[in-house]
């Protein structure tokens, strides 16, 4: 059977989040908790809801030239000339 409750600091294992973020996120609203005897828990829905809630970004093509660059203590090229 899967673990349906999880300890804050399990759920933002979960997540790759500290604890601490995981409880900002309760906080704010934006990931569901509830109390059982006292105790915060994370449903396992709620974890799952959080994640497919997260906005998608499109992250292109790495610049070679850019990472050489700063490895070598170069700046890195302006993105906006």
């Given at each position: 059977m899967e673990q349906l409750l999880y300890s804050v600091r399990d759920a933002g294992r979960q997540l790759g989040l500290g604890e601490t973020k995981t409880?900002?996120?309760?906080?704010?609203?934006?990931?569901?908790?509830?109390?059982?005897?006292?105790?915060?828990?994370?449903?396992r829905e709620a974890i799952l809801g959080f994640v497919?809630?997260?906005?998608?970004t499109h992250v292109g093509p790495l610049d070679e030239t850019a990472i050489i660059g700063a490895a070598v203590g170069r700046p890195l090229p302006d993105e906006h000339t």
């Open positions: 409880r900002e996120l309760i906080r704010q609203g934006r990931l569901r908790a509830v109390v059982v005897d006292g105790t915060t828990r994370v449903p497919s809630a997260l906005p998608t």
